[in-house]
């Protein structure tokens, strides 16, 4: 079972700066790829970074060069950077966790990320 706590939301204008955090429960975490998502209002839930175990990174063209994923395994925590942040930002974001073994999907409560113009 994992548990996945994301903090560090909120309001900020356009061109400011946000980092998001995400805590994560139990063991597995060093061996589980970790991701973002985010889903705007009357939109689908897309995926905006990703990160494997061993590090390698992914990230939605809409967010690249902008937006850095990281992660601390000695403390079950994943990290986005988010600077240059557009309106288009907007959306709830969501900490996914991908179990090593049985491929099973987690996720966190979401945190709302606010940009104003």
């Known amino acids: 079972q994992v548990q996945l706590v994301e903090s560090g939301g909120g309001l900020v204008q356009a061109g400011g700066s946000l980092r998001l955090s995400c805590a994560a429960s139990g063991s597995t975490f060093s061996r589980n790829a970790m991701a973002w998502y985010r889903q705007a209002p009357g939109k689908q839930r897309e995926l905006v970074a990703r990160?494997?175990?061993?590090?390698?990174?992914g990230y939605a063209d809409s967010v690249k060069g902008r937006f850095t994923i990281s992660r601390d395994n000695a403390k079950n925590t994943v990290y986005l950077q988010m600077n240059s942040l557009k309106p288009e930002d907007t959306a709830v974001y969501y900490c996914n966790a991908v179990h090593f073994y049985s491929s099973y999907n987690y996720w966190g409560q979401g945190t709302q990320v606010t940009v104003s113009s």
């Open positions: 990160i494997s175990s061993g590090g390698t990174t």
